[in-house]
């Protein structure tokens, strides 16, 4: 459950980073560009996008990258990295009635032994 709760909270840094690009943005330039996903993985690594798409083309289907991939992509950035993040920290929740982890495998609480034995 750790691990969901660190990748919401990435998730929501990386909302709140791409707010700020796309602000500092507005402030050079004079618009407001929404950045979607697709622009976002364009602006970070641009071939391997185009390695992406062709692969997918070659070996899955026309089909997969024009009705899931391509919409995928257009969907705005921030509300995407949001919900995504809320959920996973959501889903990563600690309840209350029971302990926390240990760091990797997790720990049992230990009975405390009474007397001197």
Same mark, same amino acid.
Request: hydrophobic share 50%.
């Given at each position: 459950?750790? %691990?969901?709760?660190?990748?919401? =909270? ?7 980073? %791409? %707010?700020?690009? +796309? /602000?500092?943005? =507005? ?10 996903? #697709? ?5 970070? +690594? ?18 997969? =990258?024009? =009705? /899931? ?13 949001? %919900? ?15 302990? +926390?982890?240990?760091?990797?495998? #997790? ?11």
């Amino acid at each position: 459950m750790v %691990v969901f709760r660190a990748l919401g =909270w990435l998730l929501l840094a990386l909302a709140v980073a %791409v %707010v700020v690009h +796309d /602000l500092l943005t =507005w402030w050079s330039e004079g618009r407001y560009p929404f950045s979607t996903l #697709g622009s976002l993985w364009a602006h970070l +690594d641009p071939t391997s996008l185009g390695n992406t798409q062709t692969s997918a083309r070659r070996n899955l289907s026309g089909i997969l =990258w024009t =009705w /899931l991939m391509r919409p995928l992509l257009t969907v705005p950035a921030v509300p995407a990295f949001v %919900v995504l993040g809320l959920a996973l920290v959501w889903i990563g929740r600690r309840d209350g009635s029971r302990p +926390d982890a240990g760091f990797l495998a #997790g720990s049992r609480p230990r009975k405390r032994r009474r007397g001197l034995s």
